[in-house]
């Protein structure tokens, strides 16, 4: 049984540009969530998709935004990239939005460096 | 708004010396309190959920308690793989998680 994968797994970019990560969920899940985990903190959340729509939103600007296929993958854009985007990008899965139990399993995440 | 807090930031342990991790918590609707695992430059391992005050589960040498405002990870006679980061999480009725900082835990041989 996979488990979420992401991709790449570590990305050197240059600030002002544009970058794309990719996130698979785990068999059976089809709510994915994606995190942002600065060194040294816990993951802040940045949004959620469910039904190719996003549902709910953290505190991070419009520069952040996402989509999410008919098969679950999912994707994160970052544009304008700025130093402080440089983080560990981390993608969640969870079964149906409303279920209760509602454990989410992480992928190995995705290093940004912004230079 | 909901909010995490996790002590000690950072502990370290003799290989069989018990102790415990504290998560304390204010949301609104709590519809699960979460504890995961992190080794450094991977993603979070899901180790526990908790749902209601007075509610324990256990893995290997783990536990883990719940009460109306913080929750505890008790780990019993660590050993050095136990060394990760251990992250708490809420979720209430916004339905998204929120996270605490972790606590690093380091146990020595």
């Known amino acids: 049984d996979a488990g979420v994968t992401q991709s790449p797994t570590h990305l050197i970019k240059t600030r002002g540009q544009q970058v794309t990560l990719r996130c698979s969920p785990k068999s059976g899940h089809d709510t994915v969530s994606w995190y942002q985990q600065a060194l040294g903190q816990g993951p802040q959340f940045i949004f959620q998709y469910y039904e190719e729509e996003e549902r709910q939103r953290g505190n991070f600007p419009d520069r952040f935004s996402g989509h999410q296929f008919p098969n679950y993958s999912s994707e994160l854009n970052v544009n304008a990239l700025l130093l402080g985007d440089s983080a560990l990008y981390l993608c969640?899965?969870?079964?149906?939005?409303?279920?209760?139990?509602?454990?989410?399993?992480f992928g190995p995440g995705t290093r940004l460096t912004v230079t | 708004e909901d909010q995490v807090t996790q002590s000690p930031e950072a502990l370290r342990l003799q290989e069989g010396e018990s102790s415990s991790l504290n998560c304390s918590y204010t949301v609104s609707g709590l519809r699960g309190l979460f504890w995961y695992r992190q080794d450094p430059g991977k993603g979070p391992e899901f180790l526990f959920t908790?749902?209601?005050a007075g509610e324990e589960k256990e893995k290997e040498r783990l536990k883990a308690t719940l009460t109306k405002k913080e929750s505890f990870l008790h780990i019993t006679a660590p050993k050095p793989e136990d060394s990760a980061t251990y992250l708490c999480?809420?979720?209430?009725?916004?339905?998204?998680?929120?996270f605490g900082p972790g606590t690093r835990l380091s146990v020595l041989p």
């Open positions: 969640a899965s969870s079964g149906r939005l409303r279920q209760a139990s509602h454990e989410q399993y």
């Open positions: 999480a809420v979720r209430g009725y916004g339905q998204n998680f929120v």
């Open positions: 908790l749902y209601s």
